[in-house]
């Protein structure tokens, strides 16, 4: 085919797929494939076309074949020998592996997958492989993935990795929740509760431990510094079990440091004993590096799930998890092993990052056009809030989106997002991303967006606290879920009821209406942070000490239970 003719049939494919004639636009696409095979881009878009189409399986096929290709080609471009990769498991394997390490997950999972079926065989291989998939939101594969590996090297951190993708799949809270359980079931230990003989509350000082593989460092820091400076040391002890001192070796003196990376579970939860802990509070879940073996060992009368993880941990010994009210949901109890306790207005204090930027204006007024963002992880960005996002951008013409995360540096993961808008007609051209960055070049960046976009079910945390630290008003959905509500808490908190959306149609309204006038919109964007700064996530003294008269009272409950009976 002729340079030219080309040029027009792509095109004419491309004006044919905006228009909504799906099928015409795969004609011309498959006609384009057929005259360049070497080529990535006309596959993109005929996989967008077969959506649009409504041939679900063609497009899912016509998008397997444009990644793969160009994710061999992103992995010959860096230097790698493709047909060794064909022949040569291991070596493929080592090519995935630092293409992960680069960030390029989807060009990974193209690599990671040929590693297989070229004979390699590892427990890391398999779960780079399943977690390449992973971040790129191929949640059901991942899964299977990651089954494979549980089956394959049986241990309770290989199963564990294979819970989180649940949240991203149809039903996902059901089905983890039966997994946690699962879990649970197969690796923690059935062994007769040990006897404590912690004394009355009443009079002394309540000892609390938080377990977590670090606090001042990793994603809880924020959350968590607020609340271990605010701790009354007249009122409570706290000690921290870290897996190192090397990131908490600044706390203030009342707060100990006793660091269990060195100590399996059985030890470090005779440890905890042996410190007389009366609540011990995991930080982290079934995320990597947790130590939920210590809890299931009962290493303290009262055991809390808190922070990082707001789904049941699947054990029978951990006895509650901390809520927001706002995240109360029908049928929420019934996916908990633990029971839920709710925090009041918010789940946790948040503390902004002390060298942020001023508040800018709204940048439409200076660019002439509404920039919508997210910088959520691309996993949350479920299919249901690409169609939103979609009708949100057709909605407002000449509007941009900014997507920014670490794993969308990867040119393969760029192409096929911009096939999932195209599918929904929109001009992929108007999708824009950037990569990680950090400190005062990651806050600044924050200057960049008119309206925080929140994906569902799965919204964001971190994010949406920098977002509104930052000035940007958040858009969110009230969902059916308590995962699902989040971030309903943040805005109701900062006094902006009005950004909570009731249904996708709701939250596109609101988009639409919240972008109409850039000048109102710039006048929203002054109350943001004020309303942060004097709503509860502020008041950090004032949640600790509800968080302290919480674990007063369920260790007093426990006290009630006549779980007394002796020494450990």
Known sequence: MPLDESGSVFAAGRQALMDGDGAAAAKAFAQLIAASPGQTEPRYWLASALAAAGHGDAASAALEEARLLQGLLLAKSAGADLARIEADGDYAAAIASQLYAAHHVAAA???????????????TGLLTYA???QHQGRAEEAIRVFRAAGELYP?????????????MVENGLARYAAAARAWAERWTPEAEDPVFANPPGEGRRLRIGYVSPA?????????????????DPAAVAVTLYPATDEHDKGWTAHIAVRPIGHLDDAAAAAAIREDGIDVLVDCWGHSAGSRLGVFARRAAPVQVAWINFVQTTGLKRMDYVLHADTMAAPGTADLFTETVVSMGEIIVPYRPHPN?????????????HV????????????DATVNAWSRILKG????RLLLKYRYFVDPVLQSVTRARFAAERVDPGRIEFQGQSEGVEYLASYAQVDLFLDPSPCPGGTTTGDALAAGVPVLTLAGDSFYSRIGIQALEGAGLPELVAQGWDDYVAKAHALTDDVGALDRLRSQVRPGLERGPHADEAGFTRRLEATFRDLFERWRSAGAIRGAA
């Open 131 to 133: 977690l390449s998939l």
């Open 155 to 167: 241990s309770a951190s290989v199963e564990q990795f294979g819970l989180f993708p649940h949240f």
């Open 396 to 399: 407002r013409p000449g509007s």
């Open 109 to 123: 999972s193209v690599i990671g997958g040929r590693a297989i079926l070229a004979g390699h065989q590892s427990a």
């Open 371 to 382: 920039t919508f963002g997210s910088f959520n992880h691309p996993a949350k960005l479920s």
């Open 215 to 231: 606090f001042g460092a990793l994603q809880v820091r924020q959350f968590i510094t607020p609340v271990l400076e605010a701790h």
């Open 356 to 368: 942020r930027p001023p508040v800018s204006p709204t940048p439409a007024l200076r660019q002439g």
